[in-house]
């Protein structure tokens, strides 16, 4: 089982639709939660970061985590056809005095005009 | 533009050759990464260097060596390459002790 779960999609929504990803989590050694964003043939990008259980709000975007559930969300409202791209989750822990991050396969996202 | 510069953005090897994949960052980070992704597979760990003077093995080190020239610049060598390398590779870079990465926009390494 992998350490980190993510549906490979692709998801297609029409623009203006809320958009929902998702993760799921084993080791409840994680203690950060980010999205990257990755255009297509481009490097990912760090879209949101947050540490605690809850909501963490920026803009149309919004992180949601989870711990009781190993799950994390990323909520786009209003999705343009420039959030088009592939969304990977990634999640921080430390072992052993060492930091591990560990990123998940990535969501293709296609908005549709 | 500040960030992480990746060169080359293309590259095609024959079984057997050897070449390096040369990053510089200009933030003045101390940690530099090299990933590689392939479909399915999401992105893993190949090296890393926590700072200037280290480094260290990732989830998949075989077949690669890195060196950390100096704090700007982190490259990664294939000695032998193998097809099983044909990848994306992507280097980056962070602050130390946190967990935002800058990457770079890739190398495409194609092994025949």
């Known amino acids: 089982q992998k350490e980190v779960e993510q549906d490979p999609g692709p998801l297609s929504v029409p623009e203006g639709a809320i958009v929902s990803l998702n993760c799921t989590y084993s080791?409840?050694?994680?203690?950060?939660f980010m999205w990257y964003r990755q255009y297509s043939r481009k490097g990912p990008e760090l879209l949101m970061y947050?540490?605690?259980?809850g909501n963490k709000e920026d803009g149309r975007f919004t992180a949601q985590v989870d711990k009781s559930s190993k799950y994390i969300s990323l909520f786009i409202r209003d999705s343009q056809p420039s959030d088009s791209a592939t969304y990977l989750c990634?999640?921080?822990?430390?072992?052993?005095?060492?930091?591990?991050?560990?990123f998940g396969t990535g969501t293709r996202l296609t908005i549709i005009p | 533009n500040a960030g992480v510069t990746q060169t080359p953005k293309f590259q095609v090897l024959k079984t057997g050759q050897s070449m390096t994949l040369q990053c510089a960052q200009d933030?003045?980070?101390?940690?530099m990464y090299w990933y590689r992704q392939d479909p399915g597979m999401g992105l893993r760990l190949i090296y890393y260097?926590?700072?200037?003077?280290?480094?260290d093995k990732g989830e998949v080190p075989n077949g690669y060596n890195v060196s950390r020239l100096n704090k700007r610049e982190f490259s990664l060598r294939l000695e032998s390459a193998a097809p099983s390398q044909t990848s994306v590779y992507f280097c980056?870079?962070?602050?130390?002790?946190?967990?935002?990465?800058?990457f770079g926009s890739g190398t495409r390494l194609t092994v025949v």
């Open positions: 980056a870079s962070s602050e130390l002790g946190t967990a935002s990465l800058t």
């Open positions: 080791n409840s050694a994680f203690q950060y």
């Open positions: 947050t540490y605690s259980s």
């Open positions: 990634a999640m921080r822990r430390v072992d052993f005095g060492n930091e591990k991050l560990t």
């Open positions: 933030m003045n980070h101390n940690s």
């Open positions: 260097s926590a700072s200037e003077g280290t480094t």
